[in-house]
């Protein structure tokens, strides 16, 4: 009896400390408004943009997996750290100034109380659900760092990686292969460069042939629509800037974009290929599992309490000689 009050006691104590700091009420009375506040740049951002929503949320996925949800990957000169902005997985992204212009919004009406790792996570649900995809509600109370790893960004998950790889960046951080296929449906919009997949149209891994899990045709139309490393192609072919269940229905046709992408659907006896059957055959399956895994997501390690910092600059940490000089707009 007593050892197992102490087993439950245990239980709550762990539960406590790994979910429990971040809730759906943290700025009500700080920043009630911020859900419209950010709802209304998002908007704003993709009338001149129609890539910001997908800019956005890769921002927020590429914020939690390296050493949490706390913002470290918007800091581009962090005192005694590299930037995370300079790590492989990072280099070339684009959509800083769209954070900018959310957090100078949100400045505007609740100055310093905002941190911008929530801001990433609200505008991540935003971006989703004004591109015709789910909505859920965000939690917040995440702090941001005064750090960044830049080896964590040279680590993030790769286009060319296999299957096994893949699963274990995401299982280090708490997720399984249900959310890994879940969250890489987020590649039902935006782009991406030509370098990331031009490996696969010829002599694939040395073969001498092109990736045979690549669709032929669409090998061809991407062969043709690829005039650069640098030029930017649609990751679906299908419905470009619209968050539906095609990402799947694409992979079901050998159209997956990258490596990373197909092997989900393509590679023998995984688990992974049931699960984006499941996805592709109904979009409120998707749409529901797609919810929880980005909660899941923006769970990752957050700074709370009196950690960190909420920065005024997304892009700097405070009190670096003098904020006034440092301020946003
Ligand atoms: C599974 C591992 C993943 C890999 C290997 C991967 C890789 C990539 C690559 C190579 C690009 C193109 C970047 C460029 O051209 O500069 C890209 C873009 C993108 N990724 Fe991922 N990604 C992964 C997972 C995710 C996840 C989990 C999300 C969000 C939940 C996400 C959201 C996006 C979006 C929306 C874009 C388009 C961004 C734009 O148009 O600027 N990706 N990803
Ligand atoms: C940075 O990230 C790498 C790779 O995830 C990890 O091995 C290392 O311990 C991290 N460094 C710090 C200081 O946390
Ligand atoms: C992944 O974890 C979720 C709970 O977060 C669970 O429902 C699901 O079955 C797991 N998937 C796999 C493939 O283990
Ligand atoms: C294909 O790649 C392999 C290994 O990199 C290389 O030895 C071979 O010469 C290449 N073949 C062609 C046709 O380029």
């Not at 859900?35 to 998002?42: A, F, H, Q, Y």
């Not at 918007?74 to 790590?87: A, R």
């Not at 790893?149 to 296999?162: H, I, R, V």
């Not at 951080?173 to 696969?200: E, I, K, M, P, Y």
């Amino acid at each position: 009896m007593g050892s197992f009050t102490f087993f439950l006691f245990f239980v709550c104590i762990l539960f406590v400390t790994s979910y429990a700091q971040l809730t759906e009420n943290f700025y009500e009375q700080t920043c009630p408004r911020l859900p419209n506040i950010v709802r209304r740049e998002v908007k704003k951002a993709i009338e001149t943009d129609i890539r910001a929503g997908a800019k956005l949320i890769r921002f927020h996925f590429h914020d939690c997996f390296v050493q949490g949800c706390d913002g470290s990957v918007l800091l581009e000169d962090p005192p005694g750290f590299e930037s995370e902005l300079n790590g492989l997985g990072n280099l070339g992204i684009q959509g800083l100034e769209i954070v900018d212009a959310i957090k100078a919004a949100v400045e505007r009406e609740c100055p310093g109380v905002v941190s911008c790792a929530d801001i990433l996570a609200q505008a991540s649900k935003d971006s989703v659900d004004v591109q015709g995809g789910p909505s859920w509600r965000v939690l917040y109370g995440r702090r941001d760092s005064r750090t960044a790893n830049k080896t964590g960004a040279d680590e993030l998950p790769s286009p060319f990686e296999d299957l096994p790889p893949l699963q274990k960046k995401f299982r280090d951080v708490g997720l399984n292969s249900t959310d890994l296929v879940a969250l890489s449906g987020a590649h039902t919009f935006g782009r991406s460069r030509c370098l990331f997949f031009s490996g696969r149209f010829s002599n694939f891994s040395g073969s001498g042939q092109p990736d045979p899990t690549l669709d032929p045709t669409y090998r061809q139309e991407l062969e043709r629509a690829c005039t650069g490393p640098e030029t930017r192609v649609n990751f679906d072919p299908t419905t470009p800037d619209t968050f539906d269940k095609n990402y799947y229905t694409n992979l079901l046709a050998n159209k997956g974009l990258l490596q990373s992408d197909q092997v989900l659907f393509s590679t023998q006896g995984a688990e992974t290929v049931e699960i984006v059957r499941r996805m592709a055959s109904r979009q409120e399956t998707f749409f529901r599992q797609f919810r929880l895994s980005m909660i899941k997501m923006g769970n990752i390690k957050p700074l709370t309490g009196n950690q960190g910092e909420i920065r005024r600059n997304c892009r700097r940490v405070n009190d670096l000689g003098g904020e006034t000089g440092h301020d946003v707009m």
